[in-house]
């Protein structure tokens, strides 16, 4: 029989009788992380890993039904057994591995090979059968090491001071702002919009320590923030409060940036490639690595990635999603957030 | 070549001009004068002819990267630029190869003759040795034009920094004729090579947009009225024998309209005139989409100047046989330039009109009435006001049309080119017939990019159908559209055929209800 049914309401395990990051409400959802397009509200029961249960919770509601186990926990529903394994995509973040009769199946949720010293470095899991994303699935997408983008943030930040100009960083709130914090430990004083300061606080109470940040209050005083750096999500360009902020020099960090016709839109300053999802040798390595029959490619460029694995051997099945883009849902965090 | 790459970098790392301008000063104060020479050169589209062929280039990238044929086409479509995309996906270098860009330059224009091999040998190796942003330099030296946001201006801003030079005598050295193998750097920037006396400029005069109304003008006969036009205001210059064309943004544009360098070459005397540089055609003026397939071209070819022909409308005169008139009265400046044009007159070049009118009521009617053919509306000037430097309130009034607008929803998206390649950046909209749905425009402008990168994900997910590049969408999303003009068309499905469309705004409080029917729309049509 078969394990898992891609339907609807999104992928489903039959003998479980569950589903994985479900797009409408079901009665139980095993969740791979917290963003917005992966675990939605509405849902009986949510299954997801110790550390992204404070942010579910913060995110979805504090009264929700949810449960949460650490990586490499077994659990069995109906006789499957589920398991989390670390996907480095965001704090909490987990690759699903699910086993039912000696058959294995891992749904890698969002996922990025390379550390970042924020969320647990990702791990290969061996299966017979490998559901991944494909975000940036084209071989143009060659990610830095993180040693080179924090003396890239950093030399900007220390360039914006000399000309004295405010450093703002526009990134996700759950994820991005947590690896910027990172990125500019130590330069100088942060301060993080509400948002992120929100779900710092939720991630920092599931015992997680985080770099030092100052909440940015809406009535801040000019002269407090000249020269220092400020955090915000992306949904607040050319907002009120931006403007607000002195002398402004403004980054957006995300993958996309890494081409450069996308880095000179005109709205922000500078644009940095930084991202959470696995760059186009990262995926390839992570498919290789799982020693899988079959691969079900999902979540961005399906159609090119599954196309390339079939050409090197490589079994692969092009899935639709419901939310595609991964910045989709994230723009509708935001605007959650911002409410 | 690593303070160029550094040199690209500060410049693309900011949106703002004085931080483009400084970075370019900085650059100069420590590069080699061949360097920036060759920069300026670069800079201003005077690049050497490409050594090796670009599908040479590609072959070889994709030797080395052993991807299919289709993967690389997907990477290229998915960048939009060629040497971007060899620079991407080439594998990280694996030594360093540091030689100044001049150098660089010399070594690529001897490739030109040597053989595939032989150029096989020097790019891979050079490949090799350059990290991911030289390596696109490196490639743009090679083939493609090299924008990088950086104007004309800006460049002559940062050289007039460095130099204290005036920046319009700057314009003209770095325009005039030179080649970095043929004169030194402090040559170029004083303009050994060029007559700066003959293509000197004045300042232009500006007008506000009116905000009293047309009684408190004061009485009618102190006011020269005339059509305003939406084209590129310039400068025309004639002085001893040779033709500058500056347009207000103090470019030299010369080189652009070859058609009214010949007109005016032919025109006896000295003079300085300013005027709209229009495309015309058949007596008719079109719209600026049309003339601005005209501009920052690097080749007019016959082609264009048989599809766009242009000609200018002559507002004022500045100079006539060296003497400045700028202080005459415009009443004084316009019987100069009906006299002067009264011997000269050519289909190119033509007075600008002087509307006749008796009283204020008439002259709403006529504004509206501008649209017809393609005019913005009226200039108000007054007679005895003197050509001022820059805006001055009071003398010259704009008064522009109102623009019309509908209410449409998107039902087709369609991804743009060049670096929106990644976006949804061309939509069609349609108004209610009936219960259906029927086209009236096409739009590609007047939105953020933070809006179009909203639109291009929220297309992405509401895509009904796929048919080729263009998706069909949800009826959900409703835009104000505005246009220049609006008349009855067989041709057209709907029956009207919009001018110059353009998305005014994205109406988020608008839903696919509110929009306008296809009556509603024909209304228009009778009421402008
Ligand atoms: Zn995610
Ligand atoms: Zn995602």
């Known amino acids: 029989m078969k394990l898992i049914k891609f339907t609807k309401k999104g992928i489903y395990c039959i003998p479980g009788n569950f589903y994985l990051d479900p797009w409408y409400p079901v009665d139980y959802a095993v969740i791979s992380h917290g963003h917005a397009d992966h675990s939605r509200p509405g849902n009986k029961h949510y299954l997801c890993h110790n550390d992204s249960k404070a942010i579910i919770k913060h995110r979805i509601g504090q009264d929700i039904s949810i449960e949460s186990l650490g990586y490499n926990e077994p659990k069995n529903i109906n006789g499957v057994q589920v398991r989390f394994f670390p996907a480095g995509h965001v704090i909490g973040s987990a690759q699903i591995r699910l086993e039912y009769k000696g058959f294995v199946v891992v749904f890698s949720g969002d996922y990025k090979t390379q550390p970042d010293f924020i969320s647990t470095p990702y791990e290969p899991v061996k299966c017979h059968e490998f559901i991944t994303e494909s975000t940036f699935g084209l071989p143009i997408y060659k990610w830095k090491e993180e040693k080179e983008l924090q003396t890239e943030l950093q030399n900007w930040v220390l360039q914006n001071q000399k000309n004295n100009r405010t450093s703002v960083f526009l990134g996700y709130s759950l994820g991005k702002a947590q690896r910027i914090m990172k990125l500019i430990e130590g330069v100088d004083d942060v301060y993080v919009h509400t948002a992120i300061h929100n779900l710092n606080t939720a991630i920092s109470g599931s015992g997680i320590e985080l770099p030092e940040t100052t909440l940015l209050k809406y009535d801040f005083k000019k002269a407090d923030l000249q020269n220092k750096i400020v955090i915000m999500p992306p949904g607040l360009l050319g907002s009120k409060l931006l403007k607000k902020i002195p002398n402004a020099a403004t980054a957006i960090c995300s993958g996309w940036m890494h081409i450069r016709g996308n880095r000179r839109w005109k709205g922000v300053d500078a644009g940095f490639a930084i991202s959470d999802h696995a760059d186009w040798d990262g995926l390839l390595a992570a498919v290789k690595a799982t020693e899988a029959e079959k691969v079900y490619v999902t979540h961005g460029s399906q159609a090119v990635f599954s196309k390339y694995l079939n050409e090197i051997g490589i079994e692969a099945h092009e899935l639709k999603t419901e939310f595609g883009e991964d910045e989709l849902a994230q723009s509708e965090e935001v605007k959650t957030e911002t409410a | ?528």
Not at chain 2, 22 to 37: E, G, Q, S
Not at chain 2, 299 to 328: A, C, F, Q, W
Request: proline share 3%.
């Open chain 2, 1 to 528: 070549m690593k303070d160029f790459s550094n040199l690209i970098s500060a410049i693309e790392i900011t949106n703002k001009t004085n931080a483009k301008i400084d970075a370019l000063v900085d650059y100069f104060k420590i590069a080699p004068d061949k360097d920036k020479l060759w920069l300026i050169a670069l800079f201003t589209g005077k690049r050497p002819s490409r050594p090796v062929k670009s599908n040479l280039m590609k072959s070889w990238v994709m030797e080395i990267t052993k991807l299919p044929e289709w993967l690389f086409l997907e990477s290229y479509s998915s960048v939009g630029d060629l040497g971007e995309t060899l620079a991407l996906l080439l594998p990280n270098p694996e030594h360093t190869i540091e030689k100044p860009l001049h150098i660089w330059i010399d070594e690529l224009s001897d490739l030109k003759p040597k053989s595939d091999e032989e150029k096989k040998e020097y790019v891979l190796e050079s490949w090799n040795g350059l990290e991911a942003q030289e390596r696109l330099i490196f490639n743009k030296l090679i083939g493609g034009s090299f924008r990088i946001g950086v104007s004309k201006k800006t460049l002559v801003n940062a050289l007039a920094k460095l130099s204290g030079i005036d920046a319009n005598q700057l314009m003209h050295s770095i325009i005039g004729n030179w080649t970095p193998n043929t004169i030194s750097f402090d040559d170029l920037l004083n303009g050994e090579h060029i007559n700066y006396d003959n293509s000197k400029p004045y300042p232009f005069c500006l007008a506000y947009s009116l905000e009293k109304e047309l009684e408190d003008l004061g009485e009618t006969n102190e006011w020269q009225v005339e059509y305003k036009w939406d084209g590129i205001r310039g400068q025309i210059i004639k002085r001893k024998e040779e033709v500058f064309i500056w347009s207000r943004g103090e470019e030299l544009v010369t080189e652009q309209f070859p058609e009214l360098v010949a007109a005016v070459s032919q025109l006896v005397g000295s003079f300085v005139i300013d005027g709209e540089i229009l495309a015309i055609k058949d007596s008719t003026v079109l719209l600026f989409n049309d003339l601005q397939k005209r501009l920052n071209r690097k080749n007019v070819t016959k082609k264009l100047l048989e599809d766009v022909p242009v000609g200018l409308y002559i507002y004022d005169i500045l100079e006539v046989d060296d003497v400045d008139l700028r202080r005459s009265s415009m009443e004084e400046r316009r019987s100069k330039l009906e006299n002067l044009f009264e011997q000269n007159t050519s289909d190119i070049l033509k007075l600008s009109e002087v509307i006749n009118f008796n009283n204020w009521d008439e002259l709403d009617a006529l504004r509206n009435a501008a649209r017809s053919f393609n005019s913005e509306g009226l200039m108000l000037k007054k007679k005895s006001s003197i050509y001022h430097v820059g805006r001055k309130k009071g003398d010259w009034w704009k008064w522009k049309v109102d623009p019309l607008t509908i209410d449409a929803v998107m039902i087709y998206a369609q991804k743009g080119s060049g670096r929106r390649s990644s976006k949804y950046t061309d939509y069609t909209f349609a108004v209610r017939k009936e219960d259906k749905l029927v086209t009236v425009a096409k739009a590609y402008s007047g939105l953020t990019d933070v809006e179009i990168t909203e639109i291009s994900k929220w297309v992405n997910k509401n895509a009904i159908e796929k048919f080729g590049p263009v998706r069909t969408v949800k009826a959900e999303l409703v835009f104000e559209i505005a246009f220049e003009g609006i008349a009855y068309s067989k041709r057209h499905k709907s029956g009207v055929a919009l001018r110059f469309p353009r998305m005014k705004r994205w109406r988020r409080d608008k839903t696919v209800k509110d929009i306008d029917t296809i009556e509603s729309v024909k209304a228009l049509i009778d009421a402008s």
